[in-house]
Nanobody, 121 residues
Framework: QVQLVESGGGLAQAGGSQRLSCAAS??????MGWYRQAPGKQRELVAT???????NYADSVKGRFTISRDNAKNTVYLQMNSLKPEDTAVYYC?????????????????WGQGTQVTVSS
């Protein structure tokens, strides 16, 4: 059974930093990432990282957030610096697998429980 368990988050001041962690169990994943969802908004991509450490960031967090992973621990991290009030959201860890259904490959998404990050001005 796949589980993604997040830790970190909480309250931060604008300009401050926070670090999120997500430990995966039950499988290993080539691509892991972080998404966030602010009140009244759709869930959006924050950053992804492959097992080869190729990264991708949303424009809104480039230069401020850094995603990394420890493959030995099956854990992905999100270091968030220079936080802004607009970074306030529930942050979700994500990983996915491609599963053969017998006729085609199907993407199966796994999500963490979410962790609240609140940035005060």
């Amino acid at each position: 059974q796949v589980q993604l368990v997040e830790s970190g988050g909480g309250l931060a001041q604008a300009g401050g930093s926070q670090r999120l962690s997500c430990a995966a169990s039950g499988s290993t994943f080539n691509v892991m990432g972080w998404y966030r969802q602010a009140p009244g908004k759709q869930r959006e991509l924050v950053a992804t990282i492959t097992a080869a450490d190729n990264t991708n960031y949303a424009d809104s967090v480039k230069g401020r957030f850094t995603i990394s992973r420890d493959n030995a621990k099956n854990t992905v991290y999100l270091q968030m610096n220079s936080l802004k009030p607009e970074d306030t959201a529930v942050y979700y860890c994500n990983a996915y697998s491609m599963v053969w259904t017998g006729t085609h490959l199907s993407k199966v998404d796994y999500w963490g429980q979410g962790t609240q990050v609140t940035v005060s001005s």
